[in-house]
């Protein structure tokens, strides 16, 4: 599939700040929220005619999306958007399991208010969440998960998170209208990690982090298999 400049003008034009920094974050956004679908091929001459800019920060742009596992350079093809399978959901949130946890050693020795702040996270909700709530639940979800990796104070790691992050988001996004059923259970898990932070149990905290994340695991994998069956090209 190509995108043409006719098919991207809901991308908008760029503003005058850091023109690549500005190309990177709405062409990111556009992959993560679907506008641009996997194995979808990207033309630098369209994307500088959309979005009225030079093709050189377009390239440099896409070269950060490539070094992100975004999109792949294909010859003279050009650019593809970056397929998910299965195995891919596996491996992400096996490497969640490995990095989350490296901040709830530091937590537990957070200062009172900032450890109840963070604990705080999911306070607003109840565990009747309705679809309008979603979105919003979902934002504190990035924030608290983000939270953890940032607290091990590793800067690799927090980088390497952030990375991984965009991808579980394009998965969530592909799957958004079929999530619903997961929330209320979400909901319950993060009480019990915040819980176990309150007490200042570390091992409680990461036990039940890595139980809530492999939960996640199984339940996107089952959501996924159902999109795929449904659009396999997605993985390919």
């Given at each position: 599939?190509?995108?043409t ?6 991308l908008?034009r ?13 062409l ?21 005619e959309?979005?009225?800019v ?58 009172d208010e ?5 604990a ?6 109840t ?7 979603i979105?919003?639940y ?27 992050a ?6 969530r ?44 695991k ?12 449904e ?6």
């Amino acid at each position: 599939m190509w995108y043409t400049g006719h098919q991207m003008t809901s991308l908008g034009r760029i503003e005058a700040r850091s023109i690549r920094d500005q190309v990177y974050a709405k062409l990111e956004q556009a992959v993560v929220d679907g506008t641009f679908r996997p194995n979808s091929v990207l033309s630098d001459r369209h994307l500088s005619e959309t979005l009225g800019v030079s093709r050189t920060p377009i390239r440099d742009a896409l070269h950060m999306l490539e070094s992100s596992g975004l999109v792949q350079r294909r010859g003279r093809i050009g650019w593809i958007v970056t397929g998910i399978s299965l195995r891919d959901v596996e491996e992400l949130f096996e490497l969640r399991c490995l990095l989350e946890p490296a901040g709830v050693a530091k937590i537990v020795h957070w200062s009172d208010e900032a450890l109840h702040k963070l604990a705080a996270t999911f306070d607003e909700f109840t565990p009747d969440l309705n679809s309008s709530q979603i979105p919003h639940y979902l934002v504190r979800d990035d924030a608290f998960h983000k939270a953890l990796c940032t607290a091990s104070e590793n800067g690799r790691l927090v980088h390497f998170y952030g990375v991984m992050a965009r991808q579980i988001h394009r998965i969530r996004e592909s799957v958004s209208y079929r999530y619903q059923g997961r929330v209320n259970q979400s909901l319950i898990e993060h009480r019990a990690i915040c819980a176990a932070l309150l007490k200042r149990d570390e091992q409680a905290a990461t036990q039940a982090l890595v139980a809530h994340l492999g939960t996640a695991k199984d339940k996107f994998i089952e959501l996924y298999a159902q999109l795929l069956e449904e659009h396999p090209d997605a993985a390919a």
